[in-house]
């Protein structure tokens, strides 16, 4: 896999309308904080990204990601439910390591995360995967739970039959960006 990562200060180069439009409603949740509290995300505000988002709360000291929330469109595209369990219960290494990573990144540093990654299987692209995480806090200035949204998007005719995490995880192409915004 090539892997590239830069780093940004804004949110315009994020390719998908959906997933920019989503990072910039965060943005405005955020104001000039590090990062938005929950207690400022309504979600019938967010509804047109719902299917798409994921919560995330990060247990600490272990650091762990619980799902508190999985959108239906993310169930649909892994075949499965998440909520209430850690991510390293349900998705195996390697795959579980590689998420860790991006995760614990984001949980550490307060900088959202962006991933797109061309899929492939036998050799041939068949969608494209982006991806951003963003922090917020329960009442302080530490991340507690992480929020991403997630699309697969240029579907061709050609239908991976492996497991979803793994296409991503494996993509042929991955690009991340760790965006370091003002504030």
Request: glycine content about 4%; proline content about 6%.
């Amino acid at each position: 896999m090539s892997d590239t990562t830069e780093i940004w200060e804004s949110f315009d180069n994020i390719s998908l309308p959906l997933v920019r439009d989503f990072a910039q409603y965060w943005d405005a949740l955020r104001g000039n904080r590090r990062m938005p509290a929950r207690k400022d995300f309504d979600p019938v505000d967010a509804k047109r990204f719902l299917p798409h988002l994921f919560l995330l709360d990060v247990l600490r000291p272990e650091m762990r990601f619980r799902g508190r929330l999985v959108g239906t469109q993310i169930v649909r595209e892994l075949g499965f439910d998440y909520t209430g369990q850690c991510l390293d219960e349900v998705i195996s290494e390697p795959y579980s390591s590689v998420l860790h990573e991006d995760l614990r990144a984001v949980a550490e540093s307060g900088a959202p995360h962006y991933r797109v990654t061309t899929l492939a299987w036998d050799d041939r692209p068949y969608a494209t995967y982006h991806r951003l995480y963003v922090p917020m806090s329960v009442d302080s200035d530490r991340v507690d739970i992480i929020v991403g949204i997630a699309c697969i998007v240029d579907r061709s005719d050609a239908k991976a039959s492996k497991d979803p995490i793994a296409a991503i995880i494996e993509g042929e192409q991955s690009f991340h960006a760790k965006i370091l915004l003002p504030g």
